[in-house]
T-cell receptor, first 116, second 115 residues
Framework: NAGVTQTPKFQVLKTGQSMTLQCAQD?????MSWYRQDPGMGLRLIHY???????DQGEVPNGYNVSRSTTEDFPLRLLSAAPSQTSVYFC???????????????FGPGTRLTVL | AQKITQTQPGMFVQEKEAVTLDCTYD???????LFWYKQPSSGEMIFLIY??????QNATEGRYSLNFQKARKSANLVISASQLGDSAMYFC????????????FGTGTRLTIIP
């Protein structure tokens, strides 16, 4: 069981370039989410999905696109990278439920992105 | 809208002492969940403890306990008998009703354990 995996671990882009951050989970979780973490701030929600084919915007969606064609994968696309998108990106997955430990989100290891 | 406030940017605690990390929250939803995560210097997010808004008892997980005071809208994390490995960033987070795909995080507290 790999849990939540993210690739790449590190990436440097030039302003205006596009790229896709990959996220996959093998826990058959319905919910998946993307967050960004900036210095001095907590994680902020970019986009989320409650199932294959269903996505919605979070707190800071501008400049990012997502799609969810399978339960396992939830890629995040940067359309035209800007220096303001320099951040650490976390993908998370979870299962709907009311029990204590099943209610948490499981996080991937993160992708550190620098936009020059 | 949900909001989490962590007012302690940093704390220094002697090893083996207990430590309390503060978290207050704001929400108009009657049903919600509260989480604490640990982020060591390696960067990963580690789930520590969860408290549901309707849970009658405070959550406990080993050395971690959550001091949940609903009327005060506070959900403080208590770490008993701190260890050097507890040095990390700690984040309080909240989920809305019926879905933990949308967590709202506080800004975190950096805890440093002094030998």
């Amino acid at each position: 069981n790999a849990g939540v995996t993210q690739t790449p671990k590190f990436q440097v882009l030039k302003t205006g370039q596009s790229m896709t951050l990959q996220c996959a989970q093998d826990m058959n979780h319905e919910y998946m989410s993307w967050y960004r973490q900036d210095p001095g701030m907590g994680l902020r929600l970019i986009h989320y999905s409650v199932g294959a084919g269903i996505t919605d915007q979070g707190e800071v969606p501008n400049g990012y696109n997502v799609s969810r064609s399978t339960t396992e994968d939830f890629p995040l696309r940067l359309l035209s990278a800007a220096p303001s998108q320099t951040s650490v990106y976390f993908c998370a997955s979870s299962s709907p439920g009311l029990a204590a430990n099943t209610d948490t989100q499981y996080f991937g290891p993160g992708t550190r992105l620098t936009v020059l | 809208a949900q909001k989490i406030t962590q007012t302690q940017p940093g704390m220094f605690v002697q090893e083996k002492e207990a430590v309390t990390l503060d978290c207050t929250y704001d929400t108009s939803d009657p049903s919600y969940g509260l989480f604490w995560y640990k982020q060591p210097s390696s960067g990963e997010m580690i789930f520590l403890i969860y408290q549901g808004s309707y849970d009658q008892q405070n959550a406990t997980e080993g050395r971690y306990s959550l001091n949940f005071q609903k009327a005060r809208k506070s959900a403080n994390l208590v770490i008993s008998a701190s260890q050097l490995g507890d040095s990390a960033m700690y984040f309080c987070a909240m989920r809305p009703p019926f879905g933990n795909e949308k967590l709202t995080f506080g800004t975190g507290t950096r805890l440093t354990i002094i030998p």
